[in-house]
């Protein structure tokens, strides 16, 4: 459906089962399951579908080796668990990622390899394989780019690796497939009270600068890092839950690590871990953990982050990477439970925590990726009692997230350039086919330059320089199929330069 489409089915609705606020993971997560119970459900984003935390993670599906160390088991289980539910629900964009530790000292062998063998059993029979030892020989042989100086060896294990912002939306197609009506680009500004309960929402269309009125049984808040924010409108004396964490990336050439097994350095100088992963045929590095003081749409990484990074890596591969490697850096905030005592947020768990307002808003906090379906789950059960709807069983555990046959059908009529007569789309835009632009714009709810080359391609992570050079093409045919004039060209191409120039590092 085109924008236009959806507003007219906004507009038709009274009265919704359950309102969502917030598109990142957790959100369309919710939406997906209580749509797929059967409930009526709308989900409203203030930006673009995981614009914020949910498209700047590690792009790892795992179960936190760092938080086993931390003696959180029952995090560590349940993550592990909804990881063998990722590979066999969304096959096509999550998948086995085997990883290395490197091994400098004898000590390291049993004890990470210990630790390891928990985190494999802990799995249960979805377990990807079980963690081994690797000789120096056999850890250059599937590390190539390592550092031999030192190197005794090196522990193999196994997790998985997606692209979190294509599982988004992924999440939001299943959802509407579910009947849900998902909508981006709309801001929630206040919320409808009777007798002192939340009974809706007044929002705000982005584009069309249109006002809402919007009522619901059950009205949840999935904001993320915004999630204090949503509350604060809710209730003014909320107090503040959450703590931020920066975790920043950067992304290099293959050449760095030329190797299908990522590497993990288990204690970098602030005590986290960090990763160097392929994806997408360069190579990933991160995260940094540096607490900041609010939250922030557009978080950039810090001069200081970025030559952690850097430095951490020069000592473990033989090319040395400097500033002027970085094709692209990017940072996300993780949205942490506050803890008492002045604990330091690398310390911070990523349980989820769900709570109800005296409003009865339900707000979801905490929590990461990879348990997003069952703080789904979680979310959904709560706002059900809340809100005194039907009870129905969740069914997201075996609800396959590949893609459907509708969109398989509408992206091979774009690559035969079947959509409104569009001859253009069996060209490219610096390798980029248009036809992967026209489906963003037709099915999957791209309404901005940035939009389609941050989140539903992923080139402005992966080459910012190169994301800069695509715009203006990007805009022109995006702006074909929208009906939209030269000035919205020209606006869209300064809005994503603007925002492309924190992507690379300065001169």
């Given at each position: ?9 906004l507009?038709a ?57 931390q ?122 009270k ?41 209730s ?18 293959r ?68 500033t ?58 709560r ?31 774009l ?53 800069i050079?695509?715009?203006p ?10 009906s ?24």
């Amino acid at each position: 459906m085109m924008r236009s489409e959806l507003l007219a089915r906004l507009e038709a609705e009274t009265m919704w089962d359950i309102l969502i606020i917030g598109g990142g993971a957790t959100g369309l997560g919710v939406a997906l399951d209580a749509a797929s119970r059967g409930y009526k459900t709308l989900l409203l984003e203030q930006d673009d579908f995981c614009k914020g935390t949910s498209s700047r993670s590690t792009k790892l599906i795992h179960g936190g080796v760092r938080y086993l160390a931390q003696g959180n088991v029952r995090l560590v289980s349940d993550a592990l668990h909804e990881r063998g539910l990722l590979l066999k629900n969304a096959p096509d964009l999550v998948h086995p990622l085997p990883m290395v530790i490197p091994v400098y000292r004898s000590w390291q062998v049993p004890y990470y390899l210990t630790g390891l063998n928990l985190y494999d059993l802990l799995a249960g029979g979805l377990r990807i394989g079980w963690s081994r030892f690797l000789s120096k020989s056999a850890t250059m042989q599937r590390v190539p780019g390592l550092s031999e100086d030192g190197l005794r060896g090196g522990i193999l294990f196994h997790d998985a690796q997606f692209d979190d912002a294509r599982l988004g939306i992924r999440l939001a197609s299943a959802a509407a497939a579910q009947g849900a009506l998902v909508l981006n680009h709309f801001r929630v500004e206040s919320f409808i009270k009777s007798s002192g309960q939340v009974t809706g929402v007044e929002a705000r269309d982005r584009f069309s600068r249109r006002e809402f009125t919007l009522r619901a049984r059950g009205v949840v808040n999935a904001t993320g890092i915004f999630s204090d924010t949503v509350r604060k409108l809710d209730s003014a004396d909320s107090p503040d839950l959450i703590a931020f964490s920066q975790g920043s990336h950067v992304v290099l050439d293959r050449g760095f690590l030329p190797s299908e097994t990522a590497v993990l350095i288990p204690r970098t100088d602030d005590g986290r871990v960090l990763f160097a992963i392929p994806w997408n045929g360069k190579v990933l590095a991160g995260t940094t953990d540096l607490p900041v003081p609010s939250p922030e749409l557009e978080p950039s990484p810090m001069q200081e982050e970025i030559e952690f990074i850097l430095s951490h890596l020069g000592r473990l591969l033989a090319r040395q990477p400097q500033t002027k490697d970085v094709l692209s850096m990017f940072a996300g905030l993780r949205p942490l439970v506050k803890a008492r005592g002045g604990v330091a947020t690398s310390a911070l768990s990523r349980d989820h925590v769900v709570l109800v307002s005296d409003s009865g808003l339900v707000s979801t906090i905490g929590g990461k990726w990879t348990t997003y379906r069952k703080m789904a789950e979680d979310t959904v059960d709560r706002v059900v009692g809340v809100a005194g709807l039907e009870g129905r069983a969740c069914t997201t555990e075996s609800l396959s997230l590949e893609q459907t046959e509708d969109a398989r059908g509408l992206a091979g009529g774009l690559e035969r350039g079947a959509v409104d007569g569009n001859a253009e789309t069996n060209s490219e835009i610096c390798g980029l086919p248009a036809a992967d632009v026209l489906k963003a714009v037709h099915a999957e709810w791209a309404c901005t330059v940035e939009d389609v080359l941050s989140r539903r391609t992923r080139t402005l992570l992966l080459d910012a320089r190169k994301a800069i050079e695509m715009a203006p093409r990007v805009a022109e045919l995006m702006a074909a199929e929208l009906s939209m004039g030269p000035d919205w060209v020209s606006e869209q191409v300064e809005s994503f330069r603007d925002i492309a120039k924190r992507y690379l590092p300065s001169d």
